[in-house]
């Protein structure tokens, strides 16, 4: 069976900001890993395989999200980002 092919807006989807997770710099789906994190990685060299095998609960989406949102940004693309308020419920 061939597997649908997420779209931009989909993928930004996976792109969050909580001001609780680094200063509410965009990470993906709420862990810290930050986006620019990732696009450093690939901007030096890192293969998408090798990013995910260091981040077991990283997806290949994930990765590409990076991408979709780091060309909004160069593209001055107003870029909506969900609001993960998942860490405002956690205790101490």
Do not use: S
Not at 24 to 39: D, K, M, S, Y
Request: net charge negative.
């Amino acid at each position: 069976m061939e597997r649908r092919v997420a779209t931009a807006d989909e993928l930004l989807q996976r792109i969050t900001v909580n001001t609780n997770i680094l200063g509410g710099t965009p990470t993906i789906r709420g862990h810290r890993l930050a986006v620019e994190h990732v696009l450093g990685m690939l901007a030096a060299g890192d293969r998408p395989e090798t990013i995910l095998e260091g981040y077991p609960w990283l997806k290949p989406e994930d990765i590409q999200a990076c991408l979709v949102y780091g060309q909004r940004i160069v593209a001055h693309e107003r870029v909506d980002l969900t609001l993960d308020r998942t860490a405002d419920r956690k205790g101490p």
